[in-house]
């Protein structure tokens, strides 16, 4: 008889668990989980000089290559510096302006040009001048929203050197997810600013 009612008591107990294990399972709780980005390994803030066979100098991360353009418009002073393990480049053209202050507004119009294409997708443009540690100036646009580049500069001593700056990423990743690389790239550019200096004087 005792143990007849120990068998009764494990199986109402058992009955209740499963409905108390029921009832937790059907539980609507959802807490949606905050927004991440893929992780990334940035690069050590090392650098190195162009070489001197180039018209202008700066320092460029150590972690990148120094290519040459591959457009088909390329130019003999032009380059690009690629970083592989974020896919962004960092593309330069530079021009002789030799004192023709035609030529020189026809490669600052050029240049507004090609920050103003990048209006149709940008959800912001910021312009800025800014000055050197050596005393140059730089004419900075930052651009947000889905664009294919998002930080683009000129530097110009007025009379006989012309360079611009483009930073792109070449990946189908958006923008937002590309946002710490993109942060970082951004101050690789701005050391870049910020060493140049001209040989041609």
């Not at 199986?11 to 609507?28: E, I, K, R, V």
């Not at 202050?101 to 800014?130: C, F, N, W």
Request: aromatic letters at 10%; hydrophobic letters at 35%; glycine letters at 2%.
């Amino acid at each position: 008889m005792k143990s007849n009612s120990i068998s009764q008591w494990q199986m109402a107990n058992g009955q209740w668990l499963l409905l108390l294990l029921f009832c937790c399972s059907c539980s609507t709780n959802y807490q949606p989980k905050p927004k991440g980005y893929n992780r990334l390994i940035l690069p050590e803030k090392s650098y190195h000089s162009l070489p001197d066979s180039l018209p202008y100098q700066f320092e460029y991360s150590k972690a990148a290559k120094l290519l040459k353009d591959t457009s088909w418009i390329n130019e003999k002073h032009w380059v690009e510096i690629y970083y592989p393990t974020l896919k962004a480049n960092i593309h330069i053209t530079y021009k002789k302006i030799n004192n023709r202050e035609e030529l020189l507004k026809e490669m600052l119009d050029d240049a507004y040009k090609l920050t103003s294409k990048q209006q149709i997708k940008a959800s912001g443009i910021d312009e800025v001048k800014v000055v050197t540690p050596s005393g140059k100036t730089a004419l900075i646009a930052e651009i947000s929203g889905e664009v294919p580049s998002q930080f683009q500069f000129t530097m110009t001593d007025s009379t006989k050197n012309f360079l611009r700056g483009a930073l792109y990423f070449n990946t189908r990743v958006q923008n937002d997810s590309l946002a710490p690389a993109i942060d970082f790239m951004k101050k690789e550019v701005m050391h870049l600013i910020n060493t140049l200096e001209w040989k041609v004087n």
